[in-house]
């Protein structure tokens, strides 16, 4: 097998930061023609700017687990740090559907879950789980973790991802596979210190017997675009091995380079740009 299921965390050999390629840009994706239309990160005036800038994105990222159907009741919890307060996140309401969050019903809370702003409660289990990481890595800036059909059902196999395909090949030496609590739900503040360890140098976790966890030092919407992808990547092993053959694996040599281009924090956010738009379009009330 490719990856290794850890026991205990580890060090990891992967860079912690993509290289700048030679003329300075971040990826081989951004046009060296100038003047063409092309995503970029935005800078802002002020720290409000860049809340509000942060607060619509957690918000679409929330819209578009509901476009894929990781809604299960009031399962599932998103969060971005606050840029001016890092000890506090911002995260979607207790019980309102991924479909229905919107800027106005978003709450902020601290590392002991005590909400400090905002109207609703806070989901028990996602202050467990994102505080705790939140507060052991202060460089995690966002997580996603949804109920999913296909991570829950990989999840329950206790074993990482095999670099099956250029988009399996993106979580390649960059995941863990969690047994710390498996199974049981993480409503005790000690459930979160067993996992929040394990998200040293990795953006994705597969806790056995619960599901799929991500995190990105980049930004929220990196966050969200990998928790999409692993989610689709678990339902595609799931279906070359219900054909009963053994799959041909990428090798890791080119698993390697293909994470390096492809499965980047950068790249995350790219991929994100393309549903943030049409969700802002098409959804304009998550604005409100």
């Not at 710390?180 to 990795?202: I, R, S, T």
Request: glycine letters at 6%; charged letters at 20%.
């Amino acid at each position: 097998m490719s990856t290794t299921v850890l026991d205990r965390p580890q060090a990891s050999s992967k860079p912690t930061t993509a290289p700048l390629l030679r003329d300075g840009r971040t990826s081989i994706y951004q046009p060296e023609q100038p003047g063409l239309i092309f995503p970029e990160k935005p800078v802002f005036e002020d720290v409000a700017a860049e809340r509000q800038h942060l607060k619509e994105r957690l918000v679409a990222a929330c819209r578009a687990f509901a476009l894929e159907g990781f809604d299960y009741g009031f399962a599932g919890h998103l969060t971005v740090r606050d840029p001016e307060h890092p000890e506090l996140y911002w995260t979607n309401p207790m019980a309102v559907h991924f479909a229905q969050v919107k800027v106005s019903n978003l709450i902020l809370a601290d590392h002991k879950g005590r909400v400090v702003q905002g109207r609703h409660a806070i989901n028990r289990a996602g202050f467990v789980l994102h505080a705790a990481v939140h507060e052991a890595h202060p460089d995690i800036l966002a997580m996603c973790h949804a109920h999913t059909t296909y991570g829950t059902a990989f999840a329950a196999l206790g074993r990482p991802l095999e670099p099956i395909s250029q988009d399996a090949a993106a979580f390649f030496e960059d995941h863990v596979v969690i047994k710390d609590e498996a199974g049981q739900v993480a409503v005790e503040e000690k459930a979160g210190m067993a996992v929040c360890d394990w998200f040293k140098d990795v953006k994705a976790a597969i806790h056995q017997n619960h599901g799929l966890l991500t995190a990105s030092r980049h930004s929220i919407e990196a966050a969200a675009f990998w928790f999409i992808a692993l989610e689709r990547c678990c339902k595609q092993q799931l279906l070359v091995e219900a054909t009963g053959h053994k799959p041909m694996l990428v090798s890791p040599e080119r698993s390697r380079y293909s994470r390096e281009h492809v499965g980047s924090e950068y790249i995350g956010w790219l991929h994100f740009q393309a549903i943030y738009e049409h969700i802002a379009e098409t959804q304009p009330d998550m604005f409100r």
